[in-house]
């Protein structure tokens, strides 16, 4: 790593492509433990260099538990998994002061928000308070109680779960917090050939609370993270992408089965992770196929339909999926 004219620390290539093997080689532990679901693991990645959050959603069973404790594992990394219920206060997840009365004095108890990767799951089953002090942790980096603001760990993710098929008794997020996440990746079941190779590790006795056994290994730290977080900053970004990804998310303004279009906010968070995918991919420089490739991650939960699209079942995926094949691709 060389000093930059500006006092800037510079990475040199061999650092990117160390930094870079080494992500690489997280996807290949979590297989060990999780059959299917290399997308997913792709995106979780891509929000860890994006200092941003993931919002999973799939169906009970889908190993989204699993998949957040063998990432953790490959990337030697805490982490933590809060079940969000009705009764859940906010200071069950940021912490609270605590009465000693050996020292008659309060103290602060963390709670489970102080961790690398957390998982939030079932978010939605929590009332909008608890949820809110969530989604503030994870816009500020940090819990404030009684006047003291106490910085969060670094790299600090966020994996909040929803279950797409049941929302009675549910508090479903208001869209200003869902915009809070980076990206929305869903967890689909797997396929034969998948749900088969599950089986067939359970029937050889793997155990899912015994990733070691599975031979999961850390491969990465939080200093490969780093390393890769400030690489991810060099990849260029041409004036015709940028014009993209506007065009892009203006287009979702207009779309007459959204109710709801992208914010500004979405545009920002599509240049970032189509950043991370191109350095993941070995590139310098976005490409108008890296931002096709996050667009609808990146910009499905921060739009909303119209009800009358609702009612005729249009999917917003296939909304976003025909403004990408009508706005014009760069050349």
């Not at 004219?5 to 650092?15: A, F, I, N, T, Y």
């Not at 089986?199 to 890769?228: K, N, T």
């Not at 004036?239 to 007459?256: F, H, K, M, N, W």
Request: with cysteine; glycine share 6%.
């Amino acid at each position: 790593m060389s000093e930059h004219g500006s006092g800037q620390r510079v990475l040199d290539p061999m650092e990117h492509d160390s930094a870079r093997q080494a992500l690489l080689d997280v996807r290949r532990e979590v297989s060990k433990a999780v059959v299917g679901q290399d997308a997913t693991v792709t995106g979780m990645l891509i929000a860890l260099l994006s200092h941003g959050h993931v919002l999973l959603e799939g169906v009970p069973g889908v190993a989204k538990t699993l998949l957040v404790r063998a990432l953790s594992a490959a990337l030697d990394l805490d982490t933590k998994r809060v079940q969000f219920t009705p009764d859940l206060m906010p200071g069950d997840v940021t912490g609270s002061l605590v009465y000693d009365s050996h020292t008659s004095e309060f103290t602060f108890r963390e709670g489970p928000v102080f961790t690398n990767l957390l998982l939030a799951d079932e978010i939605n089953r929590t009332p909008p308070k608890t949820q809110a002090s969530l989604l503030e942790a994870m816009e500020e980096r940090q819990v404030s109680v009684d006047g003291v603001s106490r910085p969060l760990p670094s790299p600090f993710l966020v994996a909040a779960t929803q279950n797409p098929v049941e929302y009675e008794g549910t508090y479903p997020l208001p869209e200003a917090q869902l915009d809070r996440f980076l990206l929305k990746l869903t967890m689909p079941l797997p396929e034969r050939g998948e749900e088969m190779e599950v089986i067939r590790r359970h029937a050889a006795g793997f155990d899912p609370r015994d990733l070691s056994a599975a031979g999961v290994r850390p491969v990465a730290g939080a200093a490969d993270l780093e390393r890769a977080r400030h690489a991810v900053t060099g990849v260029a970004v041409e004036q015709e992408i940028i014009g993209y990804i506007v065009d892009l998310v203006r287009a979702t303004r207009s779309a007459p089965s959204f109710l709801l279009g992208v914010s500004p906010r979405g545009a920002t968070a599509l240049l970032n992770t189509s950043r991370a995918w191109a350095w993941l991919s070995g590139r310098s420089f976005v490409t108008p196929d890296d931002v096709k490739a996050l667009a609808v991650p990146c910009l499905r939960h921060r739009v909303a339909l119209q009800p009358e699209a609702q009612m005729d079942g249009v999917r917003v995926d296939e909304v976003l999926g025909s403004i990408l094949a009508s706005v014009p691709v760069p050349r």
